[in-house]
């Protein structure tokens, strides 16, 4: 937290009075008692057990949990630990609480204690408006946490900033996953890479037992390594050395070398796209998840704009490692941004390749208005869109490109056929019929919805696999009487070829918007994160929603 000011370097101070000096018996410094001390560590479950300290004052020993909790962000289950050296009042005690899990990869899959997880994560740069990287107080700081979680992430990656070891502990307490990394040096030479790996251990050694970190992050986007990896070998090298360095630290989590691209040697192959077509970002999501496609364009200037490959070796296996995206997002408008989230985020889940994917990002932070809430955590107007919809266990693909923020399709003047899927990371399969109805323009979120107009047959999701599509009937869709202007009647629109129909790059905005079809309020299959109970609240998409029978499973 903020520190006091210390005093002005030209105030007069009152020199200190001299003590007269004395003779003392010499006592080792508090912590470092001798060889041979006892040391006793118990669990607040009961185990206990008593070690003794070696040569250098260091006791080791593994405290066995007879039938261990799990920590999970279903069930952030932690244990206390009371460390004791000494006796009576003159005891030395430590109290740390840490919890029990297993994060690992299987293949191009994450698991947590065993079963498969998918990361919805968030970008978070942890600024305040007046405060800089310190928060205004403490409420505010873990407050953060709640946010995220509201807007349905189940991960936040903490950018560049060792975060407060306070928010670290209600990310254990709360349930958040979190993706720690440090800060990046600008510019590259061996002197700097030093010293960027010289924060390691510290790292490490405050961070490491918080079970809220599932992931670590080293270089960010070849900062600091003057983005050339491909292009040299000592840049390269200094990823790799820096990656060994924290696996030598810490064997317990994945480790990202390098986020965004040119990856050389890492635990995770992620990549950073910021795409403004949505058309555009469909396609080139597509073939990065089959493959086809290894490289991206990323702008590193206002007229400066390069090719990068996810690979930054020619050796690094093209199968094998969990891909994740972790940073895209578009717009200048609230409204854009939250028009991206909801049609980029669709075609992130479209592909079960894929890990996980992290929104940029949580809030704005000074000359970035990126935020899904502005620098003061306040909600921006998402023009409808819903995050924590978007976010949820299971949503809706809709095989269409949408025409413009705002305005998804014309209304139609005929109805026409949609295809839809269903992405469900649940622990079991989820079944029912997805219903639509169309509702007026501007209906607030949440408002009770009409009955439905169309339904489809029953369609069943695997757990982490699309399900393969069912067809939707979108009925036709009149506008309102004209007003005395002379303005039409109706507004016919030739039916959509969602497949295959790319947006029209700027539409002519029409006199009167477009109406859109929003979700009846309704049941959708999986659980409730927080609470691990079914959750019927929740709409599962943007316009529809998924109807669930009372016997589904």
């Known amino acids: 937290m903020a520190r006091s000011p210390r005093p002005h370097p030209r105030r007069l101070r009152r020199p200190a009075r001299r003590q007269p000096h004395r003779h003392r018996r010499h006592r080792p410094p508090r912590g470092r008692r001798p060889a041979g001390a006892a040391v006793t560590a118990a669990a607040d479950t009961g185990e206990t057990i008593t070690l003794t300290a070696d040569a250098d004052g260091v006791a080791k020993g593994r405290i066995e949990i007879r039938e261990p909790r799990l920590w999970s962000p279903a069930d952030p289950h932690l244990y206390r630990v009371e460390i004791r050296t000494g006796e009576g009042d003159a005891a030395d005690l430590v109290t740390a609480a840490?919890?029990?899990?297993?994060?690992?990869?299987?293949?191009?899959?994450?698991?947590?204690?065993?079963?498969?997880?998918?990361?919805?994560?968030?970008?978070?740069?942890?600024?305040?408006?007046?405060?800089?990287?310190?928060?205004?107080?403490?409420?505010?700081?873990?407050?953060?946490?709640?946010?995220?979680?509201g807007l349905g992430y189940n991960l936040v990656r903490k950018h560049l900033k060792f975060e407060e070891p306070l928010w670290l502990h209600e990310a254990d307490r709360t349930g958040m996953l979190v993706?720690?990394?440090?800060?990046?040096?600008?510019?590259?030479?061996?002197?700097?890479?030093?010293?960027?790996?010289?924060?390691?251990?510290?790292?490490?050694?405050?961070?490491?037992?918080?079970?809220?970190?599932?992931?670590?992050?080293?270089?960010?986007?070849?900062?600091?390594?003057?983005?050339?990896?491909?292009?040299?070998?000592a840049r390269a090298e200094a990823a790799v050395h820096a990656y060994e360095r924290l696996r030598e630290l810490d064997a317990t989590r994945p480790i990202v070398e390098n986020s965004g691209w040119s990856h050389v040697r890492t635990d995770l192959l992620d990549w950073h796209y910021y795409e403004p077509s949505i058309a555009g970002w469909k396609d080139a999501v597509a073939r990065l998840a089959s493959g086809e496609q290894e490289d991206f364009p990323v702008r590193l200037g206002p007229d400066f704009i390069v090719d990068k490959s996810l690979y930054g070796d020619a050796s690094f296996p093209r199968a094998g490692v969990p891909i994740i995206n972790s940073e895209y997002g578009e717009g200048f408008t609230s409204l854009e941004r939250a028009w991206h989230l909801r049609w980029e985020t669709q075609e992130l889940r479209r592909h079960d390749r894929f890990a996980g994917y992290v929104y940029t990002e949580f809030a704005d932070v000074e000359h970035e208005a990126a935020g899904l809430l502005d620098a003061d955590r306040r909600p921006k107007d998402w023009g409808g869109a819903v995050p924590a919809d978007v976010n949820a266990d299971t949503v809706l693909v809709l095989d269409l490109v949408p025409l413009a923020a705002g305005a998804d399709i014309e209304p139609p003047a005929a109805p026409f056929a949609l295809d839809v899927h269903v992405s469900h990371h649940g622990p079991d399969a989820a079944s029912g019929t997805i219903q639509a109805a169309w509702v007026p323009a501007g209906t607030p979120v949440g408002t009770a919805v009409p009955q439905a107009q169309t339904t489809t047959d029953p369609v069943k999701a695997e757990p982490f696999r699309l399900s393969p599509a069912v067809q939707l009937t979108v009925p036709a869709r009149e506008t309102?009487?004209?007003?005395?202007?002379?303005?039409?009647?109706?507004?016919?629109?030739?039916?959509?070829?969602?497949?295959?129909?790319?947006?029209?790059?700027?539409p002519e905005p029409p006199r009167r918007p477009p109406r859109r079809i929003r979700g009846r309020p309704g049941p959708r299959p999986g659980?409730?994160?927080?609470?691990?109970?079914?959750?019927?609240?929740?709409?599962?998409?943007?316009?529809?929603?998924?109807?669930?029978p009372p016997d589904a499973t």
């Open 480 to 506: 309102p009487a004209a007003s005395s202007s002379g303005s039409p009647t109706t507004r016919a629109a030739p039916s959509p070829a969602p497949t295959s129909t790319p947006p029209r790059p700027n």
């Open 98 to 149: 840490t919890g029990l899990r297993r994060f690992e990869t299987r293949g191009e899959e994450l698991h947590l204690n065993g079963e498969r997880i998918y990361l919805r994560g968030v970008l978070d740069q942890g600024y305040w408006p007046d405060t800089g990287l310190t928060a205004p107080d403490a409420p505010a700081l873990l407050r953060d946490l709640e946010l995220a979680r």
């Open 527 to 548: 659980l409730s994160p927080a609470t691990g109970a079914p959750d019927p609240g929740r709409r599962s998409g943007t316009w529809d929603r998924i109807d669930m």
């Open 179 to 233: 993706w720690a990394e440090p800060a990046c040096p600008s510019r590259f030479s061996p002197e700097a890479a030093a010293a960027f790996e010289a924060q390691l251990p510290a790292m490490v050694e405050r961070d490491g037992n918080h079970p809220s970190i599932v992931i670590w992050g080293l270089y960010n986007e070849e900062w600091g390594l003057d983005w050339d990896i491909p292009g040299s070998p």
